[in-house]
């Protein structure tokens, strides 16, 4: 069982993001703009806010923008320098400053846990987060920082729960649990990658965030192609689950604040409405578009 500090977060990256094609077929999926911030930067800062300065993106072809947007680029910065445009010269050295970034191919698509299994020799014997791109989570409600919180004092693997219509929790990794030591921690003594309606042994979904104990890799390395011939993570989860020599036990922390769903494309459209109505500088004249285009459109 480890209690050490985490400092490492994995972001795989490799996907091919086809639901978006044709802005896909030469963007990345996760360079898509948010307002007006590329997916993957919010998922960065969330990993950065929660103490994890060392990131590792799991990446694959044509994922080359990745590791350009968080590089430097003089000649940008040196014209913007020169227009004495201090404002936008602070927001693209942001992305260049922001974490000690690592990537790495994951070679052949084999599912989230072959991704997972690609941090291994940059992780080591560390216990390390996992951020999955397409969950944004509003900086308001850090539940990052909850769950290293909750791996620190409990040891073993985090994953992050939040309850979904039961019409709904076939579309996700779904976890059997019993009460645990707060309000909102859970014990999980089960999981189950995207159950069958009706046979789904709760509501709470996993969303894409885990705090993992590096005994995951071991499992990994002998879990058998599963769900869609890919290497699910969910599967490796569900042993340490029932067997806490292992890797330790397996805590569940159910969030209950603002998530944008960017992997589906009617969500990321909702997902920039929202964000944008926040802003403080856009919200106020946006929200009034917006209501008075609402308003046209009944």
Same mark, same amino acid.
């Given at each position: 069982?480890?209690?050490?500090?985490?400092?490492?977060?994995?972001? %795989?990256?490799?996907?091919?993001?086809?639901?978006?094609?044709?802005?896909?077929? $030469?963007?990345?999926?996760?360079?898509? %703009?948010?307002?007006?911030?590329?997916?993957?930067?919010?998922?960065?800062? /969330? $990993?950065?806010?929660?103490?994890?300065?060392?990131?590792?993106?799991?990446? +694959?072809?044509?994922?080359?923008?990745?590791?350009? =947007?968080?590089?430097?680029?003089?000649?940008?910065? &040196?014209?913007?320098?020169?227009?004495?445009?201090?404002?936008?010269?602070?927001?693209?050295? /942001? &992305? &260049?400053?922001?974490?000690?970034?690592?990537?790495?191919?994951?070679?052949?698509?084999?599912?989230?846990?072959?991704?997972?299994?690609? $941090?291994?020799? =940059?992780?080591?014997?560390? *216990?390390?987060?996992?951020?999955?791109?397409?969950?944004?989570?509003? *900086?308001?409600?850090?539940?990052?920082?909850?769950? #290293?919180?909750?791996?620190?004092?409990?040891?073993?693997?985090? #994953?992050?729960?939040?309850?979904?219509? *039961?019409?709904?929790?076939?579309?996700?990794?779904? $976890?059997?649990?019993?009460?645990?030591?707060?309000?909102?921690?859970?014990?999980?003594?089960?999981?189950?990658?995207? %159950?069958?309606?009706?046979?789904? %042994?709760?509501?709470?979904?996993?969303? +894409?965030?885990?705090?993992?104990?590096?005994?995951?890799?071991?499992?990994?390395?002998?879990?058998?192609? +599963?769900?869609?011939?890919?290497?699910?993570?969910?599967?490796?989860?569900?042993?340490?689950?029932?067997?806490?020599?292992?890797?330790?036990?397996? =805590?569940?922390?159910?969030?209950?604040?603002?998530?944008?769903?960017? +992997?589906?494309?009617?969500?990321?459209?909702?997902?920039?409405?929202?964000?944008?109505?926040?802003?403080?500088?856009?919200?106020?004249?946006?929200?009034?578009?917006?209501? &008075?285009?609402?308003?046209?459109?009944?």
């Amino acid at each position: 069982m480890s209690h050490r500090r985490i400092s490492k977060a994995v972001i %795989p990256a490799a996907g091919l993001g086809t639901r978006f094609l044709p802005a896909t077929k $030469a963007t990345p999926k996760e360079m898509l %703009p948010v307002v007006d911030k590329p997916a993957i930067q919010y998922v960065v800062e /969330e $990993a950065v806010a929660a103490g994890l300065s060392d990131v590792l993106m799991i990446t +694959g072809r044509n994922k080359r923008p990745l590791e350009d =947007h968080f590089d430097r680029n003089y000649e940008l910065e &040196s014209a913007l320098t020169r227009k004495g445009d201090a404002d936008r010269l602070r927001k693209v050295q /942001e &992305s &260049s400053d922001l974490a000690t970034m690592h990537y790495v191919r994951q070679g052949d698509p084999r599912g989230l846990g072959h991704a997972v299994l690609c $941090a291994a020799p =940059h992780v080591g014997d560390q *216990p390390f987060a996992v951020l999955l791109g397409d969950d944004l989570i509003d *900086p308001r409600d850090p539940l990052l920082s909850r769950m #290293v919180e909750v791996q620190e004092r409990e040891g073993g693997s985090v #994953v992050a729960l939040m309850e979904v219509a *039961p019409e709904q929790i076939h579309m996700y990794g779904c $976890a059997a649990v019993e009460p645990g030591p707060d309000g909102d921690v859970v014990r999980v003594t089960g999981l189950v990658e995207k %159950p069958e309606p009706g046979e789904a %042994p709760s509501n709470l979904a996993i969303i +894409g965030r885990y705090v993992l104990d590096p005994a995951v890799f071991g499992i990994l390395r002998r879990t058998e192609p +599963g769900r869609g011939g890919e290497i699910q993570l969910t599967d490796a989860l569900q042993l340490l689950a029932e067997d806490e020599k292992v890797g330790g036990p397996v =805590h569940g922390v159910v969030f209950k604040g603002r998530r944008y769903d960017t +992997g589906d494309r009617s969500d990321y459209l909702r997902a920039i409405v929202r964000l944008a109505c926040e802003r403080e500088d856009l919200g106020p004249d946006f929200r009034a578009w917006l209501r &008075s285009y609402v308003t046209e459109e009944m």
